[in-house]
């Protein structure tokens, strides 16, 4: 990490002048610039292209990304983005996390709870009627407005017709506005799914590195009208793996990056948002270790939790040594200032402009003053409990519902309903011992954030002991799905008669929530939302048009070849093999092969390629995303990206920045060999 920040420095004046690099970029597939795609990887691109690839790309609700590789709605994605799902569908004694999900029939096919599947069809520029809706309006009447253009252009973009789903996303700050039609597949069913320990060899150690020897894939199937649903758009599979030095794409939906932030935001992310979180995510990570401890249930119950907070806490570590590096820092504020003298030797755009940036810094004193309210009663309350999170729901929905859609919360708009109330009542297993467990670190963690003498903390608690509120939390109803389908259709009416214990705490709590999100949108992210959109303005008029927008979940592309990173003695391929797999394995865990595994190598092709790296530009979100050769073939699936891609959160640096993918040459020899899936097989090779 410390020679890639100190090359980002020294390289041609730092940032402040060169070009972007040529692999650069999480490009809008309305946007995508194709005559640099031909110049840096030698590929012209046509609409025709864009489009098939769009079609066959896939959002999940999970927070990854998928593609469809059959017209019968097959799937491809990562296992470690279904693990909720396979959790959900375990029970005692049937562990589908550890020993893989296999089905021979497509009614052996389980539907994953609250999971849905969202494939773009098309995007629609809604920035004039948004900003007209809110020209001359400031404070309350400036939000009111601007949202309720949003739910318009939502709704006036689906119309009546449940399939879709429709999203207005906002870009560059809130420059632009975009909305996204989405044909949505609201019953997903997993067909395949390794054993973790084939998906994550290797485990935590070698997490975000390279090379890696994992086989991170897993299959679901989109249905329709409890049918497999007929998929128009579909992926070629290959059989053969890509070369080094090939052009290769990634089509995904990359979840956050923070490249048009400023200094000041950087410096709050750094002293505040980042240690607090890795505090508490590390102090989260012991108690579920500890809870996994007292016995196989225990274990089986938080393993993707466990996972999941493991893997946060290397992006955590992993941002904060980039932002603690001080070499970093200093290019970034020298690009900054060489922005801002530009914006001054210009008055035209300097009057347009004003200075966003003292805006945005004065908004990061608000930040730290409402960090604690916003992150303890909005944004992380129930610290994870599933029974808090339907609650909160069911709760909100039944106050939301009964607005006009213009003037409720974004997420409870009319366009947004059918997700909502899919993911309350889908039927899913809840563990009262973990709740318990969520719920008593959650208050613990509030106490400490808040004061225990705080006036929050005296309405959360209403002078209940900690634990004995948690105990009592976690013998709610709402794990019943009847219980939650009957205040889902009674609406409010029937929130306000409900004595289940975790309705009436939620009730007690949403008032202080919304006063918290209410301050923070109001004081934190609105002044950041103007001042970028100001920044980015002045970076459009500066450097010409061909910029691409920060990610947030939206549809992306991405360019690069494959290529492994490193030079001279110190340099690894692009490569690893079957054989590689075998060399590594042990007798121990993380490195210890299911016994499936074992029993197959002597049929299995050791220089089969595993896994590969390229240059493409990724981030969290683009898992499960298909990575796909000039001619559209899928020639792997990304899963993971190495050390230096965690700072590509903040700035891209194509000679260390690396995608890591699985192979579906590997996945074919595994499928077939491993698992004897030949029905499989034959559906992702048939043309």
């Not at 194509?654 to 995608?659: E, P």
Request: charged share 25%.
């Amino acid at each position: 990490m410390k020679r890639f920040v100190a090359l980002a420095l020294a390289a041609a004046g730092s940032m402040l002048a060169a070009a972007a690099s040529a692999e650069e970029g999480m490009w809008t597939f309305d946007d995508v610039p194709m005559a640099r795609v031909e110049r840096t990887v030698g590929v012209r691109l046509g609409r025709a292209w864009l489009d098939h690839l769009r079609g066959a790309s896939v959002r999940l609700t999970s927070g990854c990304s998928a593609a469809v590789v059959s017209r019968e709605g097959l799937a491809v994605t990562n296992l470690h983005c279904l693990l909720a799902c396979a959790q959900s569908l375990s029970a005692p004694g049937r562990d589908y996390v550890a020993d893989g999900f296999l089905t021979d029939a497509r009614a052996e096919e389980r539907a994953c709870p609250g999971l849905q599947a969202e494939v773009l069809v098309g995007i629609t520029d809604a920035t004039a009627q948004i900003f007209a809706a809110s020209y001359g309006k400031f404070a309350d009447a400036y939000v009111a407005a601007r949202e309720g253009a949003i739910a318009r252009a939502e709704r006036e973009a689906c119309g009546r017709d449940r399939r879709l789903r429709c999203q207005v996303i906002s870009f560059f700050g809130g420059g632009r506005f975009k909305v996204y039609r989405y044909r949505r597949y609201d019953d997903v069913r997993l067909v395949f799914a390794p054993e973790f320990a084939a998906a994550f060899f290797g485990g935590d150690p070698d997490n975000f590195t390279f090379p890696r020897l994992d086989l991170d894939c897993a299959f679901v199937r989109l249905y329709d009208n409890g049918r497999p649903a007929a998929t128009r758009e579909v992926l070629a599979w290959s059989t053969a793996p890509p070369l080094a030095g090939e052009a290769v794409f990634v089509s995904g939906n990359p979840g956050v990056t923070e490249r048009g932030a400023t200094v000041a935001e950087l410096q709050n992310d750094r002293d505040l948002v980042l240690p607090v979180g890795e505090a508490e995510h590390e102090a989260l990570r012991q108690r579920l270790v500890a809870f996994a401890a007292t016995g196989p249930e225990n274990r089986r119950l938080v393993a993707d939790r466990l996972f999941e907070q493991e893997n946060l806490l290397k992006v955590i570590r992993g941002r904060l040594a980039i932002l603690r590096d001080p070499a970093f820092m200093a290019a970034r504020a020298a690009e900054e200032a060489d922005l801002r003298a530009r914006v001054a030797a210009d008055p035209r755009l300097a009057a347009e402009i004003a200075d966003p940036w003292t805006e945005i810094a004065a908004a990061q004193k608000a930040r730290a003053a409402r960090f604690d309210a916003w992150r303890e009663l909005e944004g992380g309350a129930g610290g994870g409990s599933q029974l808090f999170a339907w609650a909160r729901v069911l709760v909100r929905a039944a106050q939301e519902r009964a607005r006009p859609t213009a003037l409720r919360l974004p997420e409870y708009a009319d366009s947004r309903l059918a997700l909502v109330e899919k993911t309350v009542l889908d039927d899913r297993p809840v563990s009262a011992a973990l709740e318990r467990q969520s719920l008593a670190f959650w208050l613990q963690s509030a106490g400490a954030a808040l004061g225990p003498d705080s006036p929050a903390m005296a309405t959360v608690l209403a002078k209940e002991d900690p634990a004995a509120l948690a105990q009592r939390l976690a013998a709610s109803r709402l794990d019943d799905p009847a219980v939650r389908r009957a205040l889902w259709s009674g609406g409010l009416a029937a929130v306000l008669a409900s004595d289940d214990p975790m309705i009436v705490f939620a009730q007690r709590l949403d008032p202080l929530a919304r006063v918290a999100r209410e301050a923070w949108e109001d004081e934190v992210e609105g002044p950041v939302e103007r001042g970028r959109e100001r920044i980015d303005r002045a970076r459009f008029a500066l450097e010409g048009a061909e910029l691409y927008p920060d990610a947030n979940f939206s549809l992306r592309l991405s360019w690069g070849a494959v290529a492994g990173v490193g030079q001279g003695a110190a340099a690894i391929g692009p490569f690893t093999t079957l054989g590689g797999l075998f060399a590594k394995a042990g007798d121990a865990d993380p490195f210890r092969l299911a016994p499936r595994w074992t029993a197959a190598r002597p049929a299995l092709d050791p220089a089969t390629v595993f896994d590969f790296a390229t240059t493409n530009d990724i981030t969290g979100g683009n898992s499960g995303s298909p990575v796909v050769n000039a001619r559209g073939e899928l020639v792997g699936v990304a899963f993971d990206g190495n050390a230096a891609s965690i700072a590509g959160d903040f700035v891209y640096d194509g000679a260390q920045n690396r995608t890591v993918a699985v192979s579906t040459v590997a996945i074919g020899e595994a499928l077939a060999k491993v698992y004897g899936r030949a029905a499989l097989v034959a559906e992702l090779t048939a043309r």
